[in-house]
């Protein structure tokens, strides 16, 4: 029974350019939460999404980021034109329902040059 | 708003040790609680929760107690291992609403042979 799978591991990309990270979740599950994690601090939320709908994006940068999760295939976190403040590592969790109970993926690191 | 406030580490202890990694938390009503433990490369994983009041949390020899009245919820060990150094996270859910977690920033945990 896979786990939360997120691709790429890690990701380089120059100043301007875009970002896609993707994250499937686990199988039965549809929710899907985005976090980010900045060295030296904690995970900050980002988005809450279920399929097709985003519920909470109160976390999330109101300009270049934005975030989908389509009826079918992964969710996606967008980046458009990258800055070097965005360099982080990026958490995809899912959950069954409403219980906090999140598993979590191994994680998206985005270095910005 | 929710909030989450661990001690700062990183704590270093030699193997055997007892370990307590405080935890308070700030919230309206009674929020859920749960601990997460990251290990070096990987995604965070679910180490033990608390629903109520007074509940206590245990897996792994790991125990947290859920104390409203002094709004905490501090994780200890009897006897940590090498095995246990790890980043560990507190966070809550709110009693209502949606499940998105708020996170502490994480306390780093080294032990040493």
């Known amino acids: 029974n896979a786990g939360v799978m997120q691709n790429p591991r890690h990701l380089v990309r120059r100043r301007g350019q875009e970002a896609r990270l993707r994250c499937s979740p686990m199988k039965g599950h549809s929710h899907v939460y985005w976090y980010r994690q900045l060295p030296e601090e904690g995970l900050k939320f980002m988005v809450y999404?279920?399929?097709?709908?985003?519920?909470?994006e109160s976390g999330m940068p109101k300009e270049r980021f934005s975030a989908e999760f389509p009826k079918e295939g992964p969710s996606i976190l967008r980046i458009q034109q990258v800055v070097r403040g965005d360099s982080a590592a990026y958490f995809c969790?899912?959950?069954?329902?409403?219980?906090?109970?999140?598993?979590f993926g191994e994680g998206s690191r985005l270095t910005v040059l | 708003g929710n909030s989450v406030t661990q001690m700062e580490g990183p704590v270093t202890l030699s193997e055997e040790a007892f370990l307590t990694i405080n935890c308070t938390y700030t919230?309206?009503?009674?929020?859920?609680l749960f601990w997460y433990v990251q290990y070096p490369g990987e995604g965070l994983q679910l180490l033990l929760k608390a629903t109520k009041a007074d509940d206590k949390g245990s897996n792994k020899g790991f125990e947290a107690t859920y104390r409203k009245e002094t709004t905490s919820f501090h994780l200890e060990k009897g006897s940590v291992q090498v095995s246990d150094s790890a980043v560990y996270f507190c966070?809550?859910?709110?009693?209502?609403?949606?499940?998105?977690?708020?996170f502490g920033k994480g306390t780093m945990l080294l032990v040493s042979p």
């Open positions: 919230a309206t009503g009674y929020p859920s």
């Open positions: 969790a899912s959950s069954f329902g409403n219980t906090g109970e999140l598993f």
């Open positions: 966070a809550l859910t709110p009693p209502s609403g949606y499940s998105t977690l708020t």
């Open positions: 999404l279920q399929k097709e709908n985003i519920i909470d």
